[in-house]
T-cell receptor, first 115, second 111 residues
Framework: GENVEQHPSTLSVQEGDSAVIKCTYS??????FPWYKQELGKRPQLIID?????GEKKDQRIAVTLNKTAKHFSLHITETQPEDSAVYFC??????????????FGKGTKLSVIP | EPEVTQTPSHQVTQMGQEVILRCVPI?????FYWYRQILGQKVEFLVS????????KSEIFDDQFSVERPDGSNFTLKIRSTKLEDSAMYFC?????????FGPGTRLTVL
């Protein structure tokens, strides 16, 4: 099955700096890569996603890049703010014959933005 | 974004007891999922449910687990005989626009 590795496990940045979180996946058939933000005690919330037919996607201060050949994808947050502090999870999935989009998650990155 | 509610928000049970966790999608969606997250760990897939049938399930989803949609709206996860290691947050998910969205979760504590 799919295996997703995520690094780093913790990341501290100064407010205004950029943060980069990297993930690798094992199954070349995976074609959907979402990123979730989880604040303490709350549900994971989708912040951005990318599909395998695209190399980069951007949404305001957040961007995601995908390298299918190397099987890795990254989350980039620019101009970080204290409210960006949370645990970020990457995930990978493959649309199966039933289209069920089972997600395999990385272990998470705890991002701390220091004011 | 599909809205999903879950009940209860917190369930405390004794080891060996049966629990039923409920998920109610606000919108009319066909794909549903259950995931669990042990405290401080990653989110793990349990099962997906499509058109009133299990579509995929993980190794975690053994004979102690079952899912059903008894009345066409609620989507339930049943754990027949809970173990201490079942203590976790359980998230229901729904698929909308090709994206998965999670409910607020049920915290299950097994004593």
């Amino acid at each position: 099955g799919e295996n997703v590795e995520q690094h780093p496990s913790t990341l501290s940045v100064q407010e205004g700096d950029s943060a980069v979180i990297k993930c690798t996946y094992s199954d070349s058939a995976s074609n959907y890569f979402p990123w979730y933000k989880q604040e303490l005690g709350k549900r994971p919330q989708l912040i951005i996603d990318i599909r395998s037919n695209v190399g980069e996607k951007k949404d305001q201060r957040i961007a995601v890049t995908l390298n299918k050949t190397a099987k890795h994808f990254s989350l980039h947050i620019t101009e970080t703010q204290p409210e960006d502090s949370a645990v970020y999870f990457c995930a990978a999935s493959m649309s199966s014959g039933a289209g069920s989009y089972q997600l395999t998650f990385g272990k998470g990155t705890k991002l701390s933005v220091i004011p | 974004e599909p809205e999903v509610t879950q009940t209860p928000s917190h369930q405390v049970t004794q080891m060996g007891q049966e629990v039923i966790l409920r998920c109610v999608p606000i919108s009319n969606h066909l794909y549903f999922y259950w995931y669990r997250q042990i405290l401080g760990q990653k989110v793990e897939f349990l099962v997906s449910f499509y058109n009133n049938e299990i579509s995929e399930k993980s190794e975690i989803f053994d004979d102690q687990f079952s899912v059903e949609r008894p009345d066409g709206s609620n989507f339930t996860l049943k754990i027949r005989s809970t173990k201490l290691e079942d203590s976790a947050m359980y998230f229901c998910g729904a698929l909308g626009g090709g994206e998965q969205f999670f409910g607020p979760g049920t915290r299950l504590t097994v004593l």
